[in-house]
């Protein structure tokens, strides 16, 4: 079956650090991927997508993602963190051979101290 | 901006009964979704649904669930007979309909089910 593994589980870090969240996906052909935030009490929110084209995908409030096809890869990055961007994030993959559905990781829970 | 909504957003239920969690999806939008997200584990994926039929379900959308979009707007799960194993957190979400096929699913804020 096809499956999504993000390799932190919680991550604490400074304000102005960096950010790399991994995400991994199991073989299953064409796939759409996406990382979802959940802040603190609010409903998930898409971050950014890859469909096709440009393996490096920029998303809002300065996140980016590459999607590395070779490894089954699609990490989250962000330069410099701030205190806001506290909040659970997840990997999402749409193997297109199962539908639409989407197929989630985890989580990875991140707190950025201030 | 457009936003999908879940009411309610907590619902507690004796074991046995019945529970319609109710959804509206943003107005254009064609396929819907249910997901569910027990404490402690992945989101998972219940069913889809899309030209008022069920497109997609996965293995744990058995008889006791069912989907309904009884008018224009909402878009309703029904367990027909909670068990305790019931409890998550159930969220909604929608998508366009593009003949690329490929869709950005937008999420409600999800309805807490708690079963005693």
């Known amino acids: 079956a096809q499956s999504v593994s993000q390799h932190n589980h919680h991550v604490i870090l400074s304000e102005a650090a960096s950010l790399e969240l991994g995400c991994n996906y199991s073989y299953g052909g064409t796939v759409n991927l996406f990382w979802y935030v959940q802040y603190p009490g609010q409903h998930l929110q898409l971050l950014l997508k890859?469909?096709?084209?440009?393996?490096l995908v920029k998303g809002i409030k300065g996140f980016e993602a590459e999607f590395i096809k070779s490894k089954f890869s699609f990490n989250l990055r962000k330069p410099s963190v701030q205190w806001s961007d506290t909040a659970e994030y997840f990997c999402?993959?749409?193997?297109?051979?199962?539908?639409?559905?989407?197929?989630f990781g985890g989580g990875t829970r991140v707190l950025v101290k201030p | 901006e457009p936003e999908v909504t879940q009411t309610p957003s907590h619902q507690v239920t004796q074991m046995g009964q019945e529970v319609i969690l109710r959804c509206v999806p943003i107005?254009?939008?064609?396929?819907f979704y249910w997901y569910r997200q027990i404490l402690g584990q992945k989101v998972e994926f219940l069913v889809s649904?899309?030209?008022?039929?069920?497109?997609?379900k996965s293995e744990i959308f058995d008889d006791q669930f069912s989907v309904e979009r009884p008018d224009g707007s909402n878009f309703t799960l029904k367990i027909r007979s909670t068990k305790l194993e019931d409890s998550a957190m159930y969220f909604c979400a929608s998508s366009e309909a593009t003949s690329g096929g490929a869709h950005e699913q937008f999420f409600g804020p999800g309805t807490r089910l708690t079963v005693l």
């Open positions: 649904f899309y030209n008022n039929e069920i497109s997609e």
């Open positions: 999402a993959v749409m193997f297109k051979a199962a539908g639409n559905k989407l197929t």
């Open positions: 107005s254009n939008h064609l396929y």
């Open positions: 890859y469909f096709s084209g440009d393996p």
